[in-house]
C-alpha cells in the first residue's frame, strides 16, 4: 500500500508541474500594428511556435571571406553566434532560435518578423566603431597627380572616364559656389565652425581629380554620386593603392548630401591610426536632439574614457571622424575640447528606427567576423495559421480514433490506457513547454505520431496481460506478469526510437529539430505512462476491488 502511495504522490506531482508549466503567463509580443512596430502584453499558454507556425524569416549566415580569408570558421562562428544572440534577444523577437549549424553555418528563424530588411542588416551589421582624425596635411592633394599618371597608364580605363569629362567639369566649377551658400547638411553640424575656404582643386584634370573635389575642411572631399563607382574602381587599382598617402586611408561617407540638383557622397582622408575604438563602449541609446536631429549617445567604460580624454585632448580643434564599418557616420564634427566616457554619433537625417538599430547592435558588441547572407526564406503567417489548424484537426482525429480502437477493444483496461493518454498529452506538452522547446510543423507530426507509440506500448502490455490470464494464473498474478515480460520490448523500442531522435536533432535544422524535440518528448512521456501510470491505474483498481476474479480486458 505504500507502495501505491509513493506511485500516486509522484503521479500527482508531475501533473501538478505540468500545469504549473503550462499555465498562461503573460509575456510581451512584438507586433505591427498600423505599419509601426509595438510591443503588446498578452496571456498565453508559454508554448513556443516555430517559424512554419507563426510566419517570419529564416536566414543562414556564413563568413564572409571576400575580403580576407578566415583560418578557423568554426571558432569564428562561435564567437560570432554570441553577439547575434545578443542582437536578436535585443531586437525584441518573441522566441527567435539562433544555432550554429555544422562548423560553417548560423542559422537564425525570426517568427512574427515581417520587416526583413531591418532584420538583415541588424544581424549583418559588423559594428566595428573606430574614432579617426581627418588629414590636415592635404596628403591626398599631393597624391593627386601621381594617382592620375598611374590610372593614366591603365589606358582602358582612363579612356572610359574621359567620356564624361565635360560634364564633371561644370560640377567641378558649380560645387564651391554651392558651398559658398551654406548647405543644409552644414547647418545641421553645430560643431563645424569654419567657412567655406577651400577652392575645389582640379589642377590636373587627371582622370581621378577631376572626381574628386576639395570639401569643406582638410581631409573632407566630395564626389558626385554617380561617380563614386568609377572612383571606386581607380582607387581599387594595385598601383593607385600602392601610391596612396602612407599612414592615411579613405573612408566613405555613409551619407549623402543633396547640393541643389546633385547628389554627393563625402570622401574622408584619416589618419590609419584610430585614437579609440568601439572595444571600450559600454552603452549606447538613441536619441533626437534640436540641432542635430537623430543621434546614438554612447557612454565608454572608464578606461576607454581615460584613453578618449587623453586623445582627444592632443586634437582639440581637429576634425574627428566616427567610423562605423569603415563607413563615417554624419559628418565629422570637430573637438572643441577633450571628451570623457560620454560621446554621441549623428545619424545625418536617419529616422529613430535607425538610431535604435544602431544602438542595439553597438551594445551587443561588434562582430569578430564579417557575415553574409547565404540564404533567406520568408514564411507568411497565413501558412502557419493554416499549418496550426490542420495540424490540430489530425491530433484530434488521431486521439479519437485511438481512443475508440481502446476503449472498443480492450474495454475496462482500454480506459486505463485512455486516461494514461490524457496524462501522456500533457506530461509532453509541458516536457515541451519547461524546456523552451519550439513547436513546429513536423513537431505537430511527431506529437501525432508519439500518440499511437504511446498506446503502442499498451497493447503489449494488454495481450501479454491476455495470455498469462489464459495460462489460468489470477488477475494480480498477471497483470504484474504482463508489465514484467512486455518491459523489455517497450524498453528497446523506446531507445531505438529515442535514439533516432537524438541524431536527428544533432544534425538537423529547423523543423526537422524541431521534429525531433517532440519526438524524444513524446516518447519519454509515453514510456512513463504506459508503464508507470497504467500499472498505477491498475493497482488502485486492485486495491479497491478485493477478491476480484475477472479483468475486462
Known amino acids: 500500500m505504500s507502495n501505491l502511495k509513493y506511485r500516486v504522490a509522484l503521479i500527482v506531482a508531475m501533473l501538478v508541474a505540468s500545469v504549473w508549466a503550462l499555465f498562461p503567463r503573460t509575456v510581451v509580443e512584438r507586433v505591427k500594428r498600423d505599419g509601426v512596430f509595438a510591443f503588446d502584453t498578452v496571456r498565453r499558454v508559454p508554448l513556443k511556435r516555430g517559424l512554419d507556425l507563426q510566419g517570419g524569416m529564416h536566414l543562414a549566415l556564413e563568413v564572409d571571406e571576400s575580403k580576407q580569408a578566415v583560418a578557423d570558421k568554426s571558432d569564428a562562428l562561435d564567437r560570432a553566434l554570441k553577439v547575434v544572440r545578443t542582437r536578436i534577444d535585443e531586437f525584441g523577437v518573441s522566441e527567435p532560435v539562433v544555432q550554429k549549424v555544422g562548423n560553417d553555418r548560423i542559422i ?30 592635404q596628403a591626398l592633394d599631393k597624391a593627386l597627380p601621381r594617382l592620375d599618371q598611374i590610372i593614366r597608364e591603365r589606358g582602358g580605363v582612363g579612356a572610359t572616364v574621359a567620356a564624361g569629362d565635360t560634364t564633371k567639369s561644370t560640377q567641378v566649377a558649380a560645387l564651391p559656389n554651392l558651398f559658398a551658400k551654406g548647405d543644409s547638411a552644414s547647418k545641421g553640424d553645430s560643431s563645424k565652425t569654419d567657412s567655406v575656404t577651400s577652392a575645389l582643386n582640379p589642377t590636373t584634370g587627371g582622370p581621378l581629380s ?38 592615411k586611408m579613405l573612408r566613405w561617407s555613409g551619407d549623402t548630401l543633396s547640393i541643389g540638383a546633385q547628389i554627393f557622397r563625402p570622401l574622408y582622408v584619416v589618419d590609419a591610426r584610430p585614437i579609440i575604438t568601439g572595444e571600450y563602449l559600454q552603452n549606447a541609446k538613441p536619441n533626437n536632439t534640436p540641432i542635430e536631429g537623430t543621434v546614438v549617445e554612447f557612454e565608454l567604460n572608464n ?40 560621446g554621441q554619433i549623428t545619424m545625418g537625417g536617419r529616422d529613430l528606427q535607425d538610431a535604435q538599430d544602431l544602438a542595439l547592435v553597438l551594445r551587443a558588441g561588434s562582430l569578430p567576423v564579417p557575415l553574409k547572407i547565404a540564404e533567406v526564406r520568408q514564411i507568411g503567417a497565413s501558412l502557419g495559421q493554416d499549418s496550426i489548424s490542420k495540424g490540430g484537426l489530425a491530433m484530434v482525429i488521431a486521439v479519437g480514433l485511438v481512443i475508440a480502437i481502446m476503449i472498443g477493444y480492450y474495454r475496462f483496461s482500454g480506459m486505463l490506457a485512455v486516461a494514461a493518454l490524457v496524462l501522456y498529452v500533457i506530461f509532453t506538452m509541458a516536457i515541451l513547454a519547461g524546456f523552451g522547446a519550439v513547436l513546429t510543423l513536423p513537431g505537430l507530426a511527431g506529437l501525432v505520431l508519439t500518440v499511437g507509440i504511446a498506446v503502442d506500448a499498451n497493447v503489449l502490455i494488454f495481450e501479454r496481460i491476455r495470455e498469462e490470464l489464459d495460462r489460468g494464473k ?49 516518447i519519454t512521456a509515453s514510456l512513463f505512462c504506459a508503464v508507470f501510470v497504467t500499472k498505477t491505474f491498475y493497482l488502485i483498481w486492485l486495491a479497491r476491488s478485493k477478491n476480484v476474479q475477472t479483468l475486462s480486458i
Open 303 to 342: 578606461e576607454g574614457g581615460r584613453r578618449f580624454r587623453s586623445e582627444t585632448g592632443k586634437h582639440v580643434g581637429d576634425y574627428m571622424a566616427i567610423v562605423l564599418d569603415d563607413k563615417v557616420m554624419g559628418r565629422p564634427p570637430v573637438i572643441q575640447s577633450a571628451i570623457g566616457t560620454r
Open 108 to 137: 537564425v528563424e525570426l517568427p512574427g518578423i515581417d520587416d526583413p530588411k531591418r532584420a538583415e542588416d541588424v544581424v549583418q551589421k559588423s559594428a566595428f566603431l573606430q574614432f579617426q582624425i581627418t588629414d590636415e596635411t
Open 474 to 522: 489470477t488477475v494480480r498474478t498477471s497483470i504484474d506478469e504482463g508489465f514484467k515480460h512486455a518491459w523489455s520490448a517497450i524498453l528497446d523500442t523506446s531507445v531505438t526510437t529515442i535514439l533516432g531522435g537524438a541524431v536527428l536533432y544533432q544534425y538537423g535544422t529547423g523543423p526537422v529539430k524541431g521534429f525531433a524535440v517532440t519526438l524524444i518528448a513524446g
Open 210 to 247: 577631376k572626381l574628386v573635389q576639395a570639401g569643406q575642411f582638410p581631409g573632407e572631399y566630395m564626389v558626385a554620386e554617380k561617380d563614386v563607382r568609377t572612383v571606386e574602381g581607380y582607387l581599387a587599382l594595385p598601383g593607385v593603392q600602392g601610391a596612396l598617402p602612407p599612414g
